[in-house]
């Protein structure tokens, strides 16, 4: 499948139940808005600790919108929660053959393969997302986690300064990063990286 030119920004950060709601009026005035609307609806009871209600409204959003990815990724990231990552598979890759071009949904589609142990698919899905955005720190970071469980530390380390420069780095790549230092024998370096992630 052709990749589209421009990343399909629909779906905002597609499978991150925690991420800022949109306007819910805005929402509903964009195409496909009476699905996203319930999408943020989800999210905002997830978020208020209102899982069953968060999953309730989940599913009434894809059974109305079955070919929604907002509607699919949601409901994954639930399943995903409940029945482990290979139960939520299914759901991404519809999504990701509905949105191709979306590079966060991309992100949780190629982090559920690695929790599912299908490391070479991940590999290609990250590697896809490098195509779409050579500066994306999520793809680099996967790859480094893949490297540094096969005991290429080398490669980890190299991978992680692609995105060391990071104003807010991720806790996983601090955390990572502080691994590295502590398994390369800089007990010192890595107390660095561990307290700053304390801090955070």
Do not use: C
């Not at 299914?90 to 490391?119: F, S, V």
């Not at 469980?149 to 992680?160: K, P, Q, V, Y």
């Amino acid at each position: 499948t052709k990749r589209p030119s421009r990343p399909d920004r629909r779906l905002g950060r597609a499978g991150a139940l925690a991420a800022p709601a949109r306007g819910l009026a805005r929402a509903a005035a964009a195409p496909g808005g009476a699905a996203i609307e319930l999408v943020e609806q989800a999210r905002a009871s997830y978020r208020a600790g209102e899982h069953f209600r968060a999953l309730e409204q989940a599913q009434r959003a894809l059974a109305l919108y079955p070919a929604d990815p907002a509607a699919l990724a949601l409901n994954a990231q639930l399943v995903r929660e409940a029945q482990g990552p290979v139960a939520a598979l299914p759901l991404l890759e519809k999504a990701t053959e509905l949105a191709p071009g979306n590079i966060d949904l991309l992100g949780e589609y190629a982090a559920t393969l690695a929790e599912a142990g299908r490391q070479q698919d991940m590999l290609q899905v990250a590697r896809e997302m490098v195509e779409l955005d050579a500066a994306n720190a999520r793809a680099y970071f996967l790859q480094a986690v893949l490297a540094a469980r096969t005991g290429n530390d080398n490669l980890a380390r190299r991978l992680l300064w692609r995105i060391r420069g990071e104003d807010d780095p991720a806790p996983a790549t601090m955390l990572l990063d502080g691994i590295l230092e502590l398994r390369s024998g800089s007990p010192a370096q890595a107390i660095e990286r561990f307290a700053a992630l304390t801090r955070r």
